[in-house]
């Protein structure tokens, strides 16, 4: 698959992505709350989680599937 993710792009996406999954797992835990109106905060916590390792799946493959149909690229060329 064709890299499209840049430096700066992986390096926002990682740090982001860590920070989320650490984020759903200490409110799953129930160190705080990520619940909000109807939404339970287990529900919230999983999908906080589910972005962050999706961010953190990308960054790490430098690919970005939504990327693709927009044809954004923000790598260096450099693969």
Request: with cysteine; net charge positive; aromatic share 8%.
């Given at each position: 698959?064709v890299?499209?993710?840049?430096t700066?792009?992986?390096?926002?996406?990682l740090?982001?992505g860590?920070?989320l999954?650490v984020g759903?797992v200490?409110?799953y835990?129930?160190?705080?709350?990520l619940?909000?109106?109807?939404?339970?905060?287990a529900?919230?916590?999983v999908?906080?989680?589910?972005v962050g390792?999706?961010?953190?799946v990308t960054?790490?493959?430098?690919t970005c599937?939504?990327?693709?149909p927009?044809?954004?690229?923000?790598?260096?060329?450099r693969n």
């Amino acid at each position: 698959m064709v890299r499209n993710v840049g430096t700066l792009d992986r390096t926002v996406r990682l740090a982001l992505g860590a920070l989320l999954v650490v984020g759903g797992v200490g409110s799953y835990a129930g160190l705080f709350s990520l619940g909000f109106g109807p939404v339970p905060a287990a529900l919230g916590a999983v999908f906080v989680a589910a972005v962050g390792v999706i961010l953190l799946v990308t960054g790490f493959r430098r690919t970005c599937p939504l990327y693709l149909p927009f044809g954004i690229d923000t790598s260096d060329g450099r693969n």
